[in-house]
């Protein structure tokens, strides 16, 4: 038997009975039976080195210990699972001590909301709530923005495929250039622009959202300044400041925060992903005291309660007592950025350009042919997971698990460059 009748053979039950919709399972076409820190195993027994987290949902890496240990013990001790907005002991601890590891140490004072457990749950709590409490209507966004598949979120997103999966207008928003999007000229004076000009059919926003560096959209890192620059205008205008820290947030660039080094402070903030710790669905968003003006239940969902999410994203924080981990994010950073420089210098054939920052980083490349596309399937091949991302799948894009030491992060650089040179011969 041929590889390819192998390989169709293994995935007949999903092409036969799931949707079309489906996608990564057509990247990587094989079953995963197996996963432990970096690390995912096939039936087939093969392994793989993991560059892509769970979409970022993955950050402290796979069946995490002591995350296991914790949800072994309460599901045998007969713990509340399901449980909506009822107070339980791991909601409980959750609040508790996210106050006094990530909020306090960075003199933040937020209320936190349990809007849903997905991204897209908590950006539509955001612009719900940033519209009550301003009593406005629009909302700027910033081109190749991603903030989620369903309707209020997709109005802030930039891609036109997903935006046109809604299949119906999307309003009262408006797209802005992101940071140096449009070339030879000062997107904050644009934005100003706008906002000054009476005449320039931009109402006064309720809203500013952006992620600080854009995920799907291509790896594409916001300056400090910038972010600084942005932040004055919603100062300015009275407009709120919300940051989607959905995939760029749980140290995925180096800090808790992905904001933190611009010394900006969200009106907005939105977490999911790795929130829930070991890959369980979570998300929160935290809200300025003074703008958590919703009545009871106006919004919920019935999963909103996942205390075994609550139980890992608790143990999770144990990351975050010290500076250690967030100096071993950056440490590791820095190789793979180091790395990147030198693929794109000997391989000028890529017409590559370094994206990011963090340990969530990519190489855009000129993407003739699919270029991008081969890499990342010839990388699958020889045992690397690693995806597109941009408008255009022009971004191979890196998102290893933070745990992954210096070991795991350069053998899965030396697929990476084994994959280019065997699609550039």
Excluded at 369 to 392: H, Y
Aim: aromatic share 8%; net charge negative.
């Amino acid at each position: 038997m041929t590889t390819a009748v192998l390989t169709d053979t293994k995935m007949k039950t999903f092409e036969e009975l799931e949707s079309t919709v489906r996608s990564y399972s057509r990247s990587w076409p094989t079953i995963f039976t197996k996963a432990k820190g970096y690390k995912l195993w096939d039936i087939d027994d093969k392994e793989y080195i993991d560059f892509f987290a769970g979409a970022g949902a993955l950050n402290y890496g796979h069946n995490d210990a002591a995350m296991q240990e914790k949800l072994i013990d309460y599901i045998r001790n007969d713990g509340i699972i399901h449980s909506l907005d009822m107070g339980t002991t791991p909601r409980q601890e959750f609040l508790q001590r996210f106050k006094e590891v990530i909020l306090t140490p960075r003199e933040l004072d937020y209320k936190v909301m349990f809007p849903g457990p997905t991204g897209t749950n908590t950006v539509e709590s955001a612009l719900k709530i940033a519209r009550k409490v301003t009593e406005r209507d629009t909302v700027i966004s910033f081109t190749n923005a991603f903030h989620g598949m369903t309707i209020g979120s997709l109005s802030v997103t930039g891609n036109s495929f997903k935006r046109h999966g809604a299949g119906i207008p999307l309003h009262h928003t408006v797209s802005m250039p992101f940071d140096e999007y449009v070339e030879d000229q000062d997107s904050i004076r644009y934005l100003e622009r706008f906002l000054e000009d009476s005449g320039s059919g931009v109402a006064l926003p309720a809203a500013i959202i952006l992620e600080t560096v854009q995920g799907e959209g291509g790896i594409n890192a916001a300056r400090m300044e910038w972010l600084k620059k942005i932040e004055n205008i919603c100062r300015r205008w009275d407009i709120l400041l919300i940051v989607d820290d959905v995939q760029a947030g749980c140290g995925r660039t180096g800090t808790f925060f992905s904001f933190e080094p611009a010394g900006i402070v969200p009106d907005i903030i939105c977490l999911s992903k790795s929130i829930g710790g070991i890959g369980l669905p979570m998300a929160i968003t935290l809200i300025r005291h003074e703008y958590d003006k919703w009545g009871p239940g106006e919004h919920n969902g019935t999963f909103r309660g996942n205390n075994l999410a609550f139980l890992a994203a608790t143990e999770a924080l144990t990351y975050w007592e010290t500076d250690e981990f967030s100096i071993a994010i950056q440490e590791k950073a820095s190789l793979l950025h180091n790395a990147i420089k030198t693929i794109i210098q000997k391989y000028p054939e890529l017409g590559g350009e370094a994206r990011g920052r963090g340990l969530m980083q990519g190489i855009a490349v000129e993407n003739t042919d699919n270029l991008s596309g081969k890499i990342c399937a010839e990388a699958f091949k020889r045992g690397l997971i690693v995806e597109t991302s941009g408008p255009n799948d022009e971004v191979v894009k890196f998102l290893p698990p933070l745990i992954i030491d210096e070991a795991g992060l350069k053998k899965g650089l030396m697929i990476l460059e084994e994959s280019i040179n065997h699609v550039l011969d």
